[in-house]
Antibody
Framework: QLQLRESGPRLVKPSETLSLTCTVSGGSITSTSYYWGWIRQPPGKGLEWIGSVYYSGSTYYTPSLRSRVTMSVDTSKNHFSLKLKSVTAADTAVYYC???????????WGQGALVTVSS | DIVLTQSPGTLSLSPGERGTLSCRASQSVSSSYLAWYQQKPGQAPRLLIYGTSSRATGIPDRFSGSGSGTDFTLTISRLEPEDFAVYYCQYYGSSLWTFGQGTKVDIK
């Protein structure tokens, strides 16, 4: 069974860079059938799609975050990463990683990681 | 960019009742790429429906999806206690995916 797990610092200072990694187990991140995505959810609010990355490094980002987001893949470690720079309190959210399938949408999700932006 | 608007914001129903949730797109979209998710407090979203009407693995048949063009519907035929949750629609038919703002189904 495919499993995804987010890891990384849970507290980030304003103006610094948020960094998260999603480790994939039970399947290969180099599968040609899938992208790998990040979604976030501010406390008490709805879901926001951040973007997705292919194993080759091809990326798609939501326009509102495009200037601050970088996604990448490390095939040797079977994981993919999110970096969000110049964070503010508005970036405080639960960050989810998920598999992105062009037919099945986001069919497998990580458990989520609450990242708080605070000094 | 496509915007998805869900209604109502909150739906108050009793167990055993039928629930009808709406998702409207700002422009016509392909029905091949409309999904629905269920989210319970403290949990990650769970895929219910993909391609407008196909149930994901393990999803009971009381959940059904329909629609085309700009109007899509998730129907829960008879609400079970475990169905009280927040539901999101999602469009994934372009390079930029997007979610609706969610509908909360709570106990009347």
């Amino acid at each position: 069974q495919l499993q995804l797990r987010e890891s990384g610092p849970r507290l980030v200072k304003p103006s610094e860079t948020l960094s998260l990694t999603c480790t994939v187990s039970g399947g290969s991140i180099t599968s040609t059938s899938y992208y790998w995505g990040w979604i976030r959810q501010p406390p008490g609010k709805g879901l926001e799609w951040i973007g997705s990355v292919y194993y080759s490094g091809s990326t798609y980002y939501t326009p509102s975050l495009r200037s601050r987001v970088t996604m990448s893949v490390d095939t040797s470690k079977n994981h993919f990463s999110l970096k969000l720079k110049s964070v503010t309190a508005a970036d405080t959210a639960v960050y989810y990683c998920a598999r992105a399938d062009w037919q099945l949408a986001n069919d497998f999700w990580g458990q989520g990681a609450l990242v708080t932006v605070s000094s | 960019d496509i915007v998805l608007t869900q209604s109502p914001g909150t739906l108050s129903l009793s167990p055993g009742e039928r629930g009808t949730l709406s998702c409207r797109a700002s422009q016509s979209v392909s029905s091949s790429y409309l999904a629905w998710y269920q989210q319970k407090p403290g949990q990650a979203p769970r895929l219910l429906i993909y391609g407008t009407s196909s149930r994901a693995t393990g999803i009971p048949d009381r959940f059904s999806g329909s629609g085309s063009g700009t109007d899509f519907t998730l129907t829960i035929s008879r609400l079970e206690p475990e169905d009280f949750a927040v539901y999101y629609c999602q469009y994934y038919g372009s390079s930029l995916w997007t979610f609706g703002q969610g509908t909360k189904v709570d106990i009347k």
